[in-house]
Structures are given as structure tokens and as C-alpha cells.
């Protein structure tokens, strides 16, 4: 049975770097598409990015320039680095499987709160 | 404000018929791309409940249906159950923004 689980930090500074790991188990890493995908308080979803485990990269324009994605395959565990944090980037934040066949995601983690605040 | 238009909320009695809408544009959902559903529970692992506009994976019930028509696509839920109280997001891919984008959510509530 796929299973996700995100860790990380549940406190970040504003202007410090966000850093969250999801860890993959009962699957094999490869050769997949895997997604970060978060939810603001009281909002709705909004999908951060992609990275295949070859270690390509596709990101939500809107963050682009404060995203970097990372894949470790023998640890079977990719990770979301998130620079310049603010208040605006408190969220419940999940890390799932991606389908770029139909663009769908098909298994998700819990999630992990995430609140940016001094 | 998100590209595709869910209402806030929809409520039901238990047995009873309810359907989401989700409205989007020509830059989506009119675009040809497919048509996703999820449900969510606070504290629980989120659930894709509907791909590629009316496929429901294995372990769905068949109480949940979804379809697609030009730039809208809807979910129903028949034969409504307690269980069923949750948040409920459409997904589809936009060519404007060049993003995998979500609809706001609508929280079902079982009366």
C-alpha cells in the first residue's frame, strides 16, 4: 500500500527558508511524478509543484522563483525547499503522486502544518 | 479567487441527491483538460474520488459520479450518508496560468 508522510519544521521564521521531506513508503520512487501541494487557512488548494524522480522540475508560476525541489531515489524521499517565507505561506502543506497521463493526484500524504510566524 | 468557481457549500438529507458544480473557463475545463475530484477531511489522508471527469478509482463507491460539459463539470452524490460530510475540490490544468489549478472547495454538510 503507497503511503506518503511529510516532515519538516512546523515553525518558520518570516524571510526564512521553508524545508519539508516526504517520505515514500510501500512504492518504488521511480519512475513517477511527485507533487507538493498546499492549503492556506481557509482556502482553498493550491498545487506548488512537480518533480519526477529523475529529478526534472515544474512549478506553479505564481512561486517559481522561491521553489526548489530535490528527489533522493535510494532514500525513496523527494523535498520542498520554499525561500522568503511570509505570513501568507502558513498552510497545511501535502505532498502526493502525481498521473501526468490524466494530471490527477492519485495518493496523498496526511499533511503537515506549517506556520510562518516570529 | 480561484479559476474554477465552486459553491461554498451544498447540504442534504441522508439518502438524498446533491451535486457540486464546477465552473470554469475556454482556458480550462473548455480547453478539453480533464476534470478531477478529491475529498477532504480535516485529519485524514485527502481522496481522489473522480479522474478524468466521470472514472472513479477502485474502492470508490458508485454513490459518487462525476460529468463534464463545455467549461463545467459536476460531481453527484446519491443515496447521501453521515460519512460523506466533508470538503469536496474539483482540479483541472489552465493554459493561462500554466498551472494545475483547484477549485475554492464546497464543504457538503448532511443534514
Known amino acids: 500500500q503507497v503511503q506518503l508522510q511529510e516532515s519538516g519544521p512546523g515553525l518558520v521564521k518570516p524571510s526564512e527558508t521553508l524545508s519539508l521531506t516526504c517520505t515514500l513508503s510501500g512504492h518504488s520512487i521511480s519512475p513517477f511524478y511527485w507533487s507538493w501541494i498546499r492549503q492556506s487557512p481557509g482556502k482553498g488548494l493550491e498545487w506548488i509543484g512537480n518533480?519526477?524522480?529523475?529529478?526534472?522540475?515544474n512549478f506553479n508560476p505564481s512561486l517559481k522563483s522561491r521553489i526548489i525541489m530535490s528527489v533522493d531515489t535510494s532514500k525513496k524521499q523527494f523535498s520542498l525547499r520554499l525561500t522568503s517565507v511570509t505570513a501568507a505561506d502558513t498552510a497545511i502543506y501535502y505532498c502526493?503522486?502525481?498521473?501526468?497521463?490524466?494530471?490527477?493526484?492519485?495518493?496523498w500524504g496526511r499533511g503537515t502544518l506549517v506556520t510562518v510566524s516570529s | 479567487q480561484s479559476v474554477l468557481t465552486q459553491p461554498p457549500s451544498v447540504s442534504g438529507a441522508p439518502g438524498q441527491r446533491v451535486t457540486i458544480s464546477c465552473t470554469g473557463s475556454t482556458s480550462n475545463i473548455g480547453a478539453a483538460y480533464d476534470v478531477h475530484w478529491y475529498q477532504l477531511l480535516p485529519g485524514t489522508v485527502p481522496k481522489l474520488l473522480i479522474y478524468a471527469n466521470n472514472n472513479r478509482p477502485s474502492g470508490v463507491p458508485d454513490r459518487f459520479s462525476g460529468s463534464k460539459s463545455g467549461t463545467s463539470a459536476s460531481l453527484a452524490i446519491t443515496g447521501l450518508q453521515a460519512e460523506d460530510e466533508a470538503d469536496y475540490y474539483c482540479q483541472s490544468y489552465d493554459t493561462s496560468l500554466s498551472a494545475w489549478v483547484f477549485g475554492g472547495g464546497t464543504k457538503l454538510t448532511v443534514l
Open positions: 518533480i519526477y524522480s529523475s529529478g526534472s522540475t
Open positions: 502526493a503522486r502525481f498521473s501526468d497521463w490524466l494530471g490527477y493526484f492519485d495518493v
